[in-house]
């Protein structure tokens, strides 16, 4: 029942401020979640369980597996899920050679094996999202049916020109690789629905809608509203992931999606090469630079209000009543909270990227570098080799004990930022503009890479002739480099969550401006790199398609075994 404080909010009960619509909805929603959280934490009703003995093992396992495969972590559960699907639907598909799944069971096992991963709590999920995700996992399940036959027939995917697919194997593969992108990101939304995050997520689209303003020239009206959407996907829920964007698209031109009949399917199917074009293109709009630096400065905002109202919606509006000078006390003190939670993260992310560059890079290129020296005739030295092994972790490590915290003049702009959500009285008088985005000539194209080209080389020149004046050997010096490349663009990288709260840009001056000059490529090298290891990448190949199938069917006929014994010492007590 929703509380009188709410019910009865007057203009003039803040005295010096008054909030603003959005803010009042914003307030009314929260704790209206809030009351039926804390209402449906205490219905009896079954829920799904797993034996935690036996989900030990799958939970180490997924350790193991998610530190050969690096991802920011609120992705991992997204690609658990792809993993568990793709498992599911192509290998042991293929095995059985069932033609026809059946989404109840594979959303039981699909929520068994994430619960057992710890990806969910135990005990915690009603059995009732089985058919949440059964219904999910149908429509995806048709419309692969109904896609690959249309593809088949016509031997086009994706608007593109490829050899004609009469092989239904090619068809289903193609096919089935994108939807289970698409499938994973709805089941995803699904189980981390939350009111609160859909209200924050509203009201930050009206603030950006009614702020941003197009120039008269222009011409992008009409996709402004999901550009907007987007890139509050990409900054304010840190889902710049494309499959995870490519259903918010999807779901954009099919709203009535959730609710699909077997015609709006057919269609679907028909239009898949077309939408899927139509989902590069917004993927890639122009206005993305312009409206993403936007919705960065007012993710910061709305992260830090988040944080606030989190203490309770009620008591955060009785102290603005009482005192709207306590409002900013607490912007500040959640604050302080972000940036120290962030530094803590850095320090967790740089752990994970030093295990993860050790396992997947460091032990595979070492045993290859004394033999490779060996063969090319050159004297191996244990100081290159013990270098190249503990270089990665010792620059990850002074990445972050260098990385600063944001400044107290970036803490007064949040709370403007905050307040200019909040308050009638702070609200932004001016518009935000966009410009037409800037196009380079050809001519200025061309000096550039011929620059950046030279910059390029003299930033690994400069290291080649260090190592080399200290005794490096070639191929000591190319695996240095491999490292260097690699370890500078994840230091990039985990700096991320520190970055993600700077609103107020630190100055230039001439040194950060060469330092830049200089780093970038091998910054970018290293990406490029991170890239292509990443699909080649032996450890992942062999956990997925050599142990991790016959791993899930032990786990599962171990955790069947704990329940037939636990049966029968029933019968017996």
């Known amino acids: 029942m929703p509380s009188p404080v709410f019910t009865n909010m007057q203009n003039e009960a803040a005295k010096s401020l008054t909030l603003t619509v959005g803010a009042k909805r914003l307030l009314r929603t929260l704790h209206q979640a809030k009351t039926s959280m804390e209402s449906e934490a205490g219905e009896e009703i079954p829920r799904i369980h797993v034996s935690e003995l036996i989900s030990k093992m799958a939970f180490y396992y997924e350790k193991i597996r998610n530190s050969v495969d690096y991802r920011e972590e609120y992705l991992l559960r997204k690609g658990a899920i792809v993993r568990i699907l793709k498992r599911q639907l192509v290998i042991e598909g293929s095995l059985t050679g069932q033609k026809e799944e059946?989404?109840?069971?594979?959303?039981?096992?699909?929520?068994?094996?994430?619960?057992?991963?710890?990806?969910?709590?135990?005990?915690q999920l009603p059995e009732s999202k089985i058919d949440d995700l059964a219904a999910i996992l149908y429509r995806?399940?048709?419309?692969?049916?109904?896609?690959?036959?249309?593809?088949?027939?016509?031997?086009?995917?994706?608007?593109?020109?490829?050899?004609?697919?009469?092989?239904?194997?090619?068809?289903?593969?193609?096919?089935?690789?994108?939807?289970?992108?698409?499938?994973?990101?709805?089941?995803?939304?699904?189980?981390?629905?939350?009111?609160?995050?859909?209200?924050?997520?509203?009201?930050?689209?009206?603030?950006?809608?009614?702020?941003?303003?197009?120039?008269?020239?222009?011409?992008?009206?009409?996709?402004?509203?999901?550009?907007?959407?987007?890139?509050?996907?990409?900054?304010?829920?840190?889902?710049?992931?494309?499959?995870?964007?490519?259903?918010?698209?999807?779901?954009?031109?099919y709203p009535e999606w959730s609710q699909a009949d077997e015609a709006l399917i057919?269609?679907?199917?028909?239009?898949?090469?077309?939408?899927?074009?139509?989902?590069e293109t917004q993927l890639n709009h122009p206005l993305r630079p312009q409206l993403s630096v936007i919705a960065f400065r007012y993710n910061v905002y709305f992260q830090v209000l988040k944080d606030v109202l989190e203490e309770g919606p009620e008591t955060v509006y009785n102290d603005i009543v009482e005192d709207p000078r306590s409002f900013p006390r607490k912007i500040k003190a959640a604050c302080e909270k972000r940036y120290a939670k962030a530094k803590s993260k850095l320090w967790h992310s740089a752990v994970r990227s030093i295990i993860y560059i050790f396992l997947t890079k460091s032990v595979f290129v070492v045993l290859l570098e004394v033999p490779a020296i060996k063969f090319f005739g050159e004297q191996a030295n244990s100081w290159s080799l013990a270098m190249n092994v503990s270089f990665p972790a010792v620059l990850l490590f002074f990445a972050v004990a260098l990385t600063r915290l944001p400044s107290d003049?970036?803490?007064?702009?949040?709370?403007?930022?905050?307040?200019?959500?909040?308050?009638?009285?702070?609200?932004?008088?001016?518009?935000?503009?966009?410009?037409?985005?800037?196009?380079?000539?050809?001519a200025i194209n061309v000096i550039f890479t011929i620059i950046y080209a030279a910059t390029f080389f003299l930033s690994f020149g400069v290291v080649v002739w260090f190592l080399r004046q200290i005794q490096f050997s070639w191929v000591s010096v190319i695996i240095f480099l491999f490292f260097l490349a690699f370890a500078g663009f994840f230091a990039i990288r985990i700096k991320r969550g520190v970055k993600s709260l700077v609103v107020v840009e630190p100055k230039e001056n001439i040194f950060t401006f060469l330092w830049s000059f200089f780093?970038?490529?091998?910054?970018?090298?290293?990406?490029?790199?991170?890239?292509?290891?990443?699909?080649?990448?032996?450890?992942?190949?062999?956990?997925?398609?050599?142990?991790?199938?016959?791993?899930?069917?032990?786990?599962?006929?171990?955790?069947?075994?704990?329940?037939?014994?636990?049966?029968?010492?029933?019968k017996i007590d």
Do not use: H
């Open 102 to 123: 059946d989404p109840f069971k594979l959303a039981k096992n699909l929520l068994v094996e994430l619960i057992r991963a710890g990806y969910l709590s135990n005990g």
């Open 140 to 253: 995806y399940l048709f419309l692969r049916k109904r896609a690959i036959n249309k593809i088949v027939n016509s031997g086009r995917f994706l608007n593109k020109n490829i050899k004609r697919l009469n092989d239904e194997n090619d068809a289903r593969s193609l096919v089935t690789a994108w939807l289970i992108g698409m499938a994973a990101s709805e089941i995803e939304e699904t189980l981390s629905y939350n009111p609160a995050t859909e209200a924050f997520v509203t009201e930050m689209f009206n603030v950006l809608k009614r702020s941003i303003v197009l120039p008269a020239d222009l011409p992008f009206e009409g996709d402004l509203p999901i550009q907007i959407y987007l890139s509050i996907y990409r900054n304010f829920l840190k889902l710049d992931d494309q499959d995870v964007l490519a259903y918010i698209l999807f779901r954009y031109y």
């Open 266 to 279: 057919n269609r679907i199917a028909d239009q898949l090469s077309d939408l899927r074009l139509a989902t």
């Open 409 to 442: 003049a970036n803490t007064d702009q949040i709370v403007k930022g905050v307040e200019e959500v909040m308050f009638e009285e702070k609200a932004r008088k001016q518009p935000i503009i966009l410009r037409q985005p800037s196009r380079r000539g050809a």
């Open 519 to 570: 780093y970038i490529p091998v910054i970018s090298t290293g990406k490029w790199l991170s890239g292509k290891f990443r699909s080649i990448n032996i450890f992942v190949f062999i956990l997925d398609f050599i142990i991790e199938a016959p791993f899930k069917v032990f786990v599962a006929v171990a955790e069947e075994w704990t329940k037939y014994i636990k049966e029968r010492r029933e």
